[in-house]
Structure formats: structure tokens, C-alpha cells
């Protein structure tokens, strides 16, 4: 079902405040607004709310931009700022008042509050009860800007995901669009750069199902054509309660920084609350070819941290080797490895793709290749550096010394050599080097090991495992 619009041109957005992080909730609704429009050859516009001056910072606009261009979310439009949009909400708030639709309110918030409790002490709803409704009252530097709300009847909100909400217009009080200091509420703000900006489909969560009617009426009083709207499940924990950091991080700079791939949050983040069919793995543009709204679900959409780990290992295994060089080199770096050498790194990487979860996972494993001088783990050492094996090292440290290529070929070559004069079998050989040349028990295959970290490296490790063992009390 794709949404049919005025000019045949989807246009929507993305307007995140700027008082913290990228909560992955909000990616979310970034990710699906920004694939809808791709799908649909639209314009997707990028807009900061940045109206709550108090809590707004140039930290968390930064922080916004930057994991949003992480995850590969492009804009066409915008940055806008609400804070350098002021004039424009000016000349709408005059065009209300002087329609009649909106007027000035002087009353004080000690009589707002006694209204609410009498509404309440008679079984109504609590609200302002339209005092200065028909004064006609002057602009004052006290007053606010109230918009007439119709006293009966309903509102609405014709919702592409949720179906039709019905809101009663009594229980609708004549809202504040405009503060005594000058600054627009939320609910009219929204709706002036939507209107002026031709968003004509809203998809955000559906905590703003209850700000929806109020928009409507803003809209209708402008006389101006509805958008399209979406609202879309919230995003939970596994005890499904709202997502929240005891869950995991919320952040989306986090993974970012733990070593998940972009794609793979992208991918992750769309399946949790849309559908095709059973498919759970998407490249970025097979997600820009098949998304659309009526797949998205009704229910809330449950954040598993173990799915999204298994995917990001799905997404690692399914990329080239060589687009994961520039990806993996900051967490090699954080680990104390600076590689420079690009085609060495395509071939460690390629030891290390089926094995790694994450990016910093991968690092940390690639570290031996790099390393001046190894570790070893204690119990893996005192299990395979045995003077049982150092004739077999021995062996090979000679037949290595002697070889003029260090190839995977020759390598095995030189592996079967000494099997034969030693009568042992392979992992009886192979395991004492690996631990030799990696510290550990557990690696990529001791051949292709052995050809990356080369021949100088190699002679290097298995002297020192020889005089390891040799210096082991008999």
C-alpha cells in the first residue's frame, strides 16, 4: 500500500530534539521515514526542534548528525532549526488571530488551576474552560495564544497503521499555541513547518498519537490539506517494558562504538516492528526496494540484544573483506594496533569473517598478527608447550628457516616433513604452534596463521616457545 499524495511526491521527515543521544527508538523512526522516501523516489527532510532553548545543546546536535550519518541516513532538505524559524510561526499566529481562530488569554496560571479543579469536582475533564474566548483581547506582554477548539463533534486522525482514532472535540480544551514569551507550542510549531516545508506523510512513534488532534485543528484553521499519518509502535525491552538502558544501550552511538556494522543496525532496527514476509536479512537496498508502511505492525516491537548481535555477525560474514578495512582499523588502533598495510588487513580479515560478532571483537582476535611479542594464555601453554613436542618444533623451526617462500602450500609441505620423521599426527604438531604463534588455543587454521604473520615472526615465536619449554623444570 504506498500512500497517494497531492503532487505525487512523498515528502517526509525527521525532527529529533536535540537534548541527548540518538535513542534507538528515534533511529528507528528516522530509518523509516528516510526508506519510504528513498522507496518512493520522495524528498526526506531533516529539521531540529530546538524550541526548548533550557535543554537544547550543540553537543547532542552533533551527536545527532553524527549517528545519523553513520547509519547511512542522507537528507535532502535541512538541517532546519525551529529557533531561526520564528518570524514565519509570527505571521501564522497573526493569521489565526485575525481569522478568528486563535485569541489572546490573559488568565493567570493560579485561575487556570482553579478551573481544572472545578471541572474535575463536577466529573468533567480538566481544562481550560474558554475565559478569554470572546474578549477579543489585546496582544499583552502577559498573554498567551489560545486556538478555538470546536466545543462538539470529533476529530479523526485517519492513521495508515493504527486505523481510525476517533477523539471527541469536548474533551479538547482551547490549547495554547503560542507562550507569553513569544515562543510556539509544539502542536503549532509542528504543524507550520510540516505545512511550509510539503511533508504530506508523518511517520513517527505513537506517543504522539494524542498531540495528533490538536495538529488537525491547527491545520483546519489554516485551511490548509492534511498529511498522511503513521504512528508507530514504541520500542520495548525483553520484560516488555519501555527500552531503556537497563535493557541495553539505548544509544546509537554505542553500537557504533562497540563494533556493529551500520547496515546491520539499520536492518535490525526496521525489522523490529515491519515485515517481508519471513526474511530477517536485508542489504541496505533491498530494504529501499521492498519497504513500505502497511507492513508495519500494530504491536510493539521488542529490542533483543542477542538477535541484533547474531545479525551483526551475519552482516560482518557478508561483507567484503577489503570495505571492512577502513571499519576495523579505529578498534585495531584502540587496542594498541596501528596496521597501515591494507591488502595485510583483507587477508587477516579473512581469517577472522566467519568467527566475529562485532567489529571490536575482530580487533581484539587480530591482535597476535601484529603483536612484537606474545602471551601466553597460562592454561594453554602448561597443556601444549611440553618437551613432547620440541623436537617436533625444532623440526619445523629448521625446515622454515630453509624455505624461500612462506606460503600455505609450503607451509603444509613442511608440516607433513616433520609428521613423517616424528610420527606424529597433525594436531599433535598443529596445536603446540598455534599456541606458539597466537598465544592461544583457538584460531583461524595454522597454515594461513603461520603465511600472514610471515617468516621473521614465525622463526621469532617458535624460538621462543622452544626456549620456553626448554625452560621448564624436567
Not at 513517527?204 to 494524542?210: F, Y
Amino acid at each position: 500500500m504506498q500512500m497517494e499524495t497531492k503532487n505525487n511526491l512523498v515528502v517526509t521527515r525527521f525532527p529529533p530534539s536535540p537534548t541527548g543521544f540518538l535513542h534507538v527508538g528515534n533511529a528507528r523512526t528516522a530509518i523509516f521515514n528516510w526508506l519510504y522516501a528513498r522507496r518512493m523516489k520522495g524528498r526526506f527532510i531533516l529539521r531540529i526542534e530546538d524550541t526548548d532553548t533550557q535543554r537544547s545543546t550543540q553537543q547532542a546536535i552533533d551527536a545527532i548528525f553524527e549517528a545519523l550519518e553513520w547509519l547511512g541516513i542522507d537528507w535532502d532538505e535541512g538541517p532546519y532549526y525551529q529557533t531561526k524559524r520564528l518570524d514565519m510561526y509570527h505571521q501564522y499566529l497573526e493569521r489565526l488571530i485575525d481569522s478568528g481562530h486563535a485569541y489572546y488569554c490573559t488568565c493567570s496560571p493560579d485561575e487556570i488551576e482553579t478551573m481544572r479543579q472545578k471541572a474535575m469536582a463536577s466529573g468533567g475533564k480538566p481544562k481550560y474552560d474558554g475565559t478569554c474566548r470572546n474578549k477579543g483581547l489585546p496582544k499583552t506582554p502577559q498573554a498567551v495564544i489560545r486556538l478555538k477548539a470546536p466545543p462538539s463533534g470529533t476529530t479523526v486522525v485517519e492513521d495508515v497503521i493504527k486505523g481510525n482514532i476517533v477523539f471527541q472535540n469536548d474533551e479538547l480544551d482551547d490549547f495554547i499555541v503560542c507562550r507569553s514569551d513569544g515562543i510556539p507550542t509544539y502542536n503549532f510549531a509542528v504543524v507550520i513547518d510540516d505545512m511550509t516545508m510539503q511533508v504530506n506523510t508523518v511517520i513517527r512513534g505513537d506517543d504522539h498519537v494524542m498531540n495528533t488532534p490538536k495538529q488537525i485543528l491547527v491545520y483546519r484553521a489554516l485551511d490548509c490539506s492534511l498529511p498522511v499519518y503513521g504512528h508507530v509502535p514504541m520500542v520495548l525491552g525483553t520484560d516488555k517494558s519501555r527500552f531503556s538502558k537497563r535493557h541495553g544501550a539505548v544509544s546509537v552511538s554505542a553500537y557504533r562504538d562497540t563494533g556493529y556494522l551500520p547496515d546491520a543496525m539499520l536492518n535490525y532496527l526496521v525489522r523490529l516492528g515491519w515485515s517481508h514476509g519471513d526474511q530477517e536479512f536485508f542489504t541496505r537496498q533491498e530494504l529501499i526496494d521492498v519497504f513500505d508502511l502497511e507492513h508495519i505492525g500494530r504491536s510493539a516491537g521488542v529490542f533483543d540484544s542477542e538477535k541484533l548481535l547474531a545479525l551483526n555477525a551475519d552482516h560482518i560474514r557478508a561483507t567484503p573483506a577489503k570495505a571492512l578495512v577502513a571499519l576495523l582499523k579505529p578498534f585495531l588502533k584502540r587496542h594498541g594496533a596501528a596496521v597501515e598495510d591494507n591488502e595485510l588487513l583483507v587477508k587477516v580479515i579473512e581469517t577472522l569473517h566467519a568467527r566475529s560478532k562485532t567489529l571490536d571483537e575482530m580487533a581484539q582476535s587480530a591482535l597476535f598478527y601484529f603483536a612484537e611479542d606474545i602471551d601466553y594464555e597460562e592454561k594453554a601453554a602448561r597443556k601444549f608447550l611440553k618437551p613432547a613436542v620440541l623436537e617436533a618444533l625444532q623440526l619445523l623451526l629448521a625446515q622454515f628457516e630453509s624455505l624461500d617462500t612462506f606460503s600455505e602450500e609450503n607451509l603444509e609441505t613442511v608440516f607433513k616433513t616433520v609428521m613423517d620423521q616424528t610420527g606424529l599426527k597433525l594436531g599433535k604438531i598443529a596445536q603446540p604452534v598455534r599456541v606458539a604463534l597466537t598465544g592461544r588455543t583457538a584460531s583461524p587454521g595454522i597454515f594461513e596463521v603461520a603465511a600472514i604473520i610471515g617468516k621473521g615472526k614465525v622463526i621469532s615465536r617458535l624460538n621462543k616457545a622452544i626456549q620456553f619449554i626448554e625452560a621448564k623444570p624436567q
